[in-house]
């Protein structure tokens, strides 16, 4: 027993480390997509302090473009805009509809932090479950796809990146309807992966690729990108590079989806 | 003893500061992420304990890992570098080891020494991050890239920071 005691002692740092590393990487390991997101909800308060003081002043340098794009996104709604929705600064009520069924309800959130250099990038916003948002809701912007949210507390939510090793969404080219996945290879923070569209489709540079609708996340037909270059990687399915058309350094406000069939759409699925 | 402890608290708190609040919000590109807190556990005097540097590693990468949503990522990283510290001290040690009342620093042991021991220290940190961060070693030369980029703009970081020090010496 005292040899054992004495060979602690004269190993304690050696034992120390392997006991904190193997904590550390088991943790680095284990926590998957989901429980980070729970992870995350706990956290977030702490970082969400910070970063939103951060992007206090960060968002003055984006002030200008930022103005640009909201008059320009008020005026393509305002010609949209065919039945009035009641709503003040912060939200947009839908009214009690039982004839046109309205199926998505955006919100709109301001970013306060976004990382775009690492593999896995996540977003926060400035709006949480006390505005309506929870978990697994698609976000967009006024160019496109955003990411989907993960975590959400009272006041804050982060949101999945689509620059995110783990970020995937069906998606389908525009001009003839063929669907695929979209997926980051964490190269370059400007263009995704377009995977399983089949070799005999016809694609070529240019062609612009939308949400294919069948994730009950996002509506059919947010913009996501271009395609930049297309090649047949052994067999028989395209690996296409997408140009998003999100800028994601600029990002400033988002629009948080809510998809009120959500539920009615999974129950059938399970069914 | 307390002068010690309050100093290093304030070393740790403005290194973490420094990182969540301003360097994780400058993105010059993928190949220059620069993660300055391991500085903490580089400039910790010769004579800290091999438990309580681990200890203290622990801590700074699980604070920075909370920012960052990354879980366990910095904590191993920086452990790993932390237990390495004391076999690279041992090994560039001076003829008559270090001197009692010295800090491991550029105005006690020279810049040349300095460099011998951050760079081996902060190139393992960051090759650990940058791997177990894209988990797979598919990408291997540009991560090992990613990894030289940022190791070089961390290390220019750290002598930024050593400056500091030396003026504030001389003042």
């Given at each position: 027993m005292r040899n054992l005691l004495n060979l602690i002692y004269r190993y304690h740092f050696f034992l120390l480390?392997?006991?904190?590393?193997?904590?550390?990487?088991?943790?680095?390991?284990?926590?998957?997509?989901?429980?980070?997101a729970k992870f995350v909800a706990f956290t977030e308060n702490i970082a969400?302090?910070?970063?939103?003081?951060?992007?206090?002043?960060?968002?003055?340098?984006?002030?200008?473009?930022?103005?640009?794009?909201?008059?320009?996104?008020?005026?393509?709604l305002r010609n949209q805009l065919q039945r009035v929705y009641r709503s003040d600064d912060l939200f947009f009520f839908s009214e009690h509809d039982t004839v046109h069924r309205q199926k998505y309800f955006f919100t709109s959130a301001r970013v306060i932090s976004n990382t775009v250099t690492r593999m896995h990038n996540y977003l926060t916003l400035d709006k949480g479950r006390d505005q309506g948002i929870e978990p697994e809701m698609g976000v967009i912007c006024s160019e496109g796809i955003v990411g989907i949210t993960t975590g959400v507390t009272r006041n804050f939510t982060s949101v999945l990146s689509v620059?995110?090793?783990?970020?995937?969404?069906?998606?389908?080219?525009?001009?003839n309807n063929y669907f695929g996945t979209i997926s980051w290879d964490g190269r370059d923070y400007r263009t995704v992966i377009l995977s399983e569209i089949p070799y005999h489709v016809e694609v070529s540079p240019g062609d612009t690729v939308v949400t294919s609708g069948y994730s009950s996340l996002f509506p059919e037909g947010i913009p996501i990108g271009t395609v930049e270059e297309a090649h047949v990687e052994n067999g028989n399915f395209y690996i296409i590079r997408v140009r998003l058309f999100t800028d994601f350094r600029h990002l400033t406000y988002v629009d948080v989806i809510r998809n009120l069939q959500k539920e009615e759409q999974q129950k059938l699925r399970q069914e | 003893m307390i002068n010690t402890i309050l100093r290093y608290t304030f070393i740790f708190v403005v290194l973490v500061l420094t990182q969540v609040v301003?360097?994780?919000?400058?993105?010059?590109?993928?190949?220059?992420?620069?993660?300055?807190?391991?500085?903490?556990?580089?400039?910790?005097?010769?004579?800290t304990p091999g438990w309580?540097?681990?200890?203290?590693?622990?801590?700074?990468?699980?604070?920075?890992?909370?920012f960052e949503h990354t879980y366990g990522l910095h904590t191993a990283a920086t452990v790993l570098m932390a237990w390495l510290r004391p076999g690279v001290l041992q090994l560039i040690a001076p003829r008559d080891g270090y001197t009692p009342n010295t800090r491991p620093g550029i105005s006690d042991y020279g810049l040349g020494w300095f460099l011998e021991y951050t760079i081996p220290l902060i190139l393992v940190h960051h090759l650990?991050?940058?791997?177990?961060?894209?988990?797979?070693f598919h990408h291997f030369f540009s991560t090992l890239l990613r990894v030289l980029g940022s190791t070089s703009f961390t290390l220019v970081l750290v002598l930024l920071g050593q400056l500091f020090v030396l003026k504030n010496r001389r003042e």
């Open positions: 480390f392997l006991v904190l590393e193997t904590i550390a990487v088991s943790m680095g390991v284990r926590y998957n997509f989901y429980q980070k969400a302090f910070f970063n939103e003081t951060v992007s206090s002043f960060t968002d003055y340098f984006h002030l200008v473009e930022t103005n640009r794009k909201l008059s320009l996104e008020n005026t393509m620059l995110n090793l783990n970020f995937h969404v069906s998606a389908k080219l525009k001009k | 301003l360097l994780d919000n400058i993105e010059i590109s993928r190949y220059t992420v620069p993660f300055l807190y391991v500085l903490f556990i580089l400039v910790l005097p010769f004579d309580l540097l681990l200890l203290l590693a622990f801590l700074t990468g699980f604070t920075i890992d909370l650990f991050l940058f791997y177990f961060e894209v988990f797979t």
